[in-house]
């Protein structure tokens, strides 16, 4: 039994069942053995590979689509410039150095900002940009509000723990996590709870069906639309996940490049769910931010001319960031800008 096993036996047997969010924040984050706290699980060597590491073009096309974003909004001087989630820091140094090429104001007015819970990734972040004039904060709440927000979180939002409930005659049940024989195990509370935050229509749901809840993403999604709503800017989030609110379970674990059970080694593989665009993109628009998007990978990277560049690069990674079988369809953009500002570059009209 890994380390990390051993206390979450001893959590759950002082305090009970632990909620499937808990455990999830619990795997990925715990200081000194999660997920994310103790490797770097990025890259062929690590558990799995994200799109500013299957190509250059990634960062590139994301860097001039903010180029373009900050150029329609006047140009504002300072900005702050914010990534959720960096990972290496591969996204960031692709985007300045094509932002670089374009317009040298855009680099000289931004602010970047990296919010990063990960100390191995925060050293992997400082070698990455170590010849830009970065700052680091543990989450969004410590960045100043006082300029305008232009912020990127790619792969970010699935890694954010979600909560699940399951519907019995009785109503719905939330997912716990305990213990039995030495394994850790999913089971349900016993008693219904109440479920405020399931749309009507899919309340009266069959029989063992799913509901995933992400308070965490919705909370980044109204901050963030918040700041852009007082003083501009725009916010692009990529992730795989669906469009509509809708039942089933997402919940999986990715370790060495293949799926396996979350509940086996906490701490030792990639625990993630689907984003659910839709109420990212409600959450935005209750806070009174235009939205664009949700709209595929594939479609917003040929819009952004993905192919002219590939030809240029003789980069043969296009067809993995935008065939729909791989990285072009299941992955999502989505866009928030301040209400009445500019189209966004990439988007339909
Ligand atoms: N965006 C990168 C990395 C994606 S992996 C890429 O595309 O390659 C998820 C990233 O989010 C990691 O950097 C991880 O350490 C970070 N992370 C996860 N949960 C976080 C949280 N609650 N706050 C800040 N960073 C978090």
Redesign the pocket.
């Given at each position: 039994m890994n380390a990390l096993k051993e206390k979450l036996f001893k959590l759950i047997a002082v305090q009970g069942p632990v909620t499937l969010g808990q455990y999830m924040q619990f795997a990925?984050?715990e200081p000194e053995h999660g997920y994310?706290m103790r490797a770097d699980?990025?890259g062929r060597a690590g558990d799995f590979i994200?799109?500013?590491?299957v190509s250059q073009m990634f960062g590139e096309l994301i860097g001039l689509f903010f180029v373009q974003a900050w150029r329609d909004r006047k140009s504002p001087a300072p900005f702050i410039l914010a990534?959720?989630?960096?990972?290496?820091g591969?996204?960031m140094a692709d985007m300045m150095r094509a932002a670089g090429q374009v317009e040298p104001g855009f680099g000289a007015a931004a602010r970047i900002v990296l919010?990063?819970?990960?100390p191995v990734?925060r050293a992997a972040q400082k070698r990455t940009l170590g010849h830009l004039s970065v700052h680091w904060v543990?989450?969004l709440e410590t960045v100043v509000a006082d300029a305008p927000f232009f912020v990127v979180?790619?792969?970010?939002f699935d890694?954010?723990p979600i909560r699940q409930f399951v519907k019995s005659e009785r109503g719905w049940h939330e997912r716990m996590v305990t213990t039995q024989k030495g394994m850790l195990r999913l089971v349900a509370t016993p008693e219904p709870v109440p479920v405020p935050f399931i749309p009507a229509r899919l309340r009266g749901a069959d029989r063992g069906a799913v509901f995933e809840l992400n308070d965490?993403a919705e909370a980044f999604a109204r901050d963030i639309a918040r700041r852009i709503g007082r003083k501009g800017g725009t916010a692009l989030i990529v992730d795989y996940g669906y469009t509509k609110t809708a039942l089933g379970d997402t919940f999986q674990a990715v370790q060495d490049h293949r799926y396996a059970d979350p509940l086996a080694e906490p701490g030792d593989a990639d625990l993630t769910a689907h984003v659910d665009f839709a109420r990212l993109a409600e959450t935005a628009r209750e806070q009174g931010a235009d939205v664009f998007g949700p709209i595929a990978q594939g479609q917003f990277l040929e819009a952004l001319g993905i192919g002219v560049r590939a030809q240029r690069l003789k980069d043969t990674a296009i067809d993995r960031l935008t065939a729909p079988e791989k990285m072009g369809t299941l992955f999502k953009v989505l866009a928030f800008a301040q209400a009445g500002s500019p189209p966004l570059p990439g988007f339909p009209c």
């Open positions: 990925l984050s994310y699980p990025l994200t799109a500013p590491e990534e959720l989630g960096p990972g290496r591969t996204l919010i990063e819970t990960s990734l543990d989450n979180a790619n792969e970010f890694a954010l965490q």
